[in-house]
């Protein structure tokens, strides 16, 4: 299976807005409601942040939110802070299969 | 609560065969829905799927590595079990395993494996 494009990196200064992409085909993105997007920051495990594209688990900031558009999804951090300092990743299911993203680094500037 | 965690040898030699066991707690894998997943993530790269076994035994396997792996759950004892064959240092990484709905989680706290001679 083929891995989801995502930029290598975003950055913004804190109390700004990001938006990382997660871009897919018809099969993937396109074809299911079924994006997740994870945060990990160094030498940890993934956390879980969106989940069908746009849920927030309970326990995770509402200043992260979820879209979709197309092939592409998409994760916003509001008012960014110094924690959010972190790589993202997404992960979309694709029939029997599950794809990840190729991460993204944002840097908190 | 619901935790994961994984075990096994954390060395492996080429052309090794590797078997890891994820034991869990705060959910049966004999109930309806349940399914339990591994993931890896060679350093500083991205989490690549591997596979995922369903409550009925259900089985699902990365296409390009599906002739190496097996998976197998163990309900009483609340474990799943992931076997590798055939291990190349390409496959160094930390392997994790994880909750799954359509979604992963919570996610163990992984187990960086090394493939060296």
């Known amino acids: 299976q083929s891995a989801l494009t995502q930029p290598a990196s975003v950055s913004g200064s804190p109390g700004q807005s990001i938006t990382i992409s997660c871009t897919g085909t018809?099969?993937?993105?396109?074809?299911?409601?079924?994006v997740s997007w994870y945060q990990q920051h160094p030498g940890k495990a993934p956390k879980l942040m969106i989940y069908?594209?746009?849920n927030r688990p309970s326990g995770v900031s509402n200043r992260f939110s979820g879209s979709w558009s197309g092939t592409t999804a998409s994760l916003t951090i509001s008012g960014l802070q110094t924690e959010d300092e972190a790589d993202y990743y997404c992960?979309?299911?694709?029939?029997?299969?599950?794809?990840f993203g190729t991460g993204t680094k944002v840097t908190v500037l | 609560q619901i935790t994961l965690k994984e075990s096994g040898p954390t060395l492996v030699k080429p052309t090794q065969t590797l078997t890891l066991t994820c034991t869990f707690s705060?959910?049966?894998?004999?109930?309806?829905?349940?399914?339990v997943g591994w993931i890896r993530q060679p350093p500083g790269k991205a989490p690549e799927w591997l596979a995922l076994?369903?409550?009925?035994?259900?089985?699902r396997y990365s296409p390009s590595l599906k002739n190496r792996l097996t998976i197998t759950k163990d309900t009483s004892k609340n474990q799943v079990v992931l076997t590798m064959t055939n291990m190349d240092p390409v496959d160094t990484a930390t392997y994790y395993c994880?909750?799954?709905?359509?979604?992963?989680?919570?996610w163990g706290q992984g187990i960086l494996v090394t493939v060296s001679s």
């Open positions: 994880a909750q799954r709905e359509r979604w992963f989680d919570p």
């Open positions: 705060g959910f049966s894998l004999s109930t309806s829905g349940v399914s």
């Open positions: 076994i369903y409550w009925d035994d259900d089985k």
């Open positions: 018809s099969s993937d993105v396109g074809g299911y409601n079924y």
């Open positions: 069908d594209v746009s």
């Open positions: 992960s979309s299911y694709i029939g029997s299969s599950i794809s």
